[in-house]
């Protein structure tokens, strides 16, 4: 699993109406915040497990990223979830990405939704995006400061 977690002053995240099949044409935001919070890109590969989820969403939840070398959980920081299969996107041939690393939908929709539930129990305030849609996420990075977080790299 791989998490790219980036400090933001405010976030949101829109999907086109249509592709939610509701009514609604043009942009809905699915979610956001205001002030300060994090807006975390997830990435699922094909070993990855619940073990896996339980590691990468404590990580997210305590890493001291914030002002004052405080975490997302003592700030009680609202986050902001984000599918992002690219970041197994493999580049070493050829000009063209490869995929074969990102595990498939069936496998990763539910990690991806395990890391939400778990960060959601800890207290923390999570809105996602729409999983497999296509997505537009602003946000304005502060600092920048993004830290690449890589469960191949975690202890345990």
Known sequence: MRAVVQVADGAHVTVDGEELQNEQSGPVVTGGFEGQGLVVLLGVTHSD???????????IA????LPDEVSALTAQAPILLISQFTLYGDVRKGRRPGWTQAAPGPVSEPLYEEVAS??????????????????????????PFTILIDSADLPG
Request: charged share 15%.
């Open 49 to 59: 497990d619940e073990a896996t989820a339980a590691k990468v969403a404590s990580k």
């Open 62 to 65: 305590n890493l001291r990223i």
């Open 118 to 143: 778990l960060l959601r129990g800890m207290g923390l305030s999570v809105s996602t995006g729409v999983f497999g849609a296509h997505m537009r996420v602003n946000l304005t990075n502060n600092g």
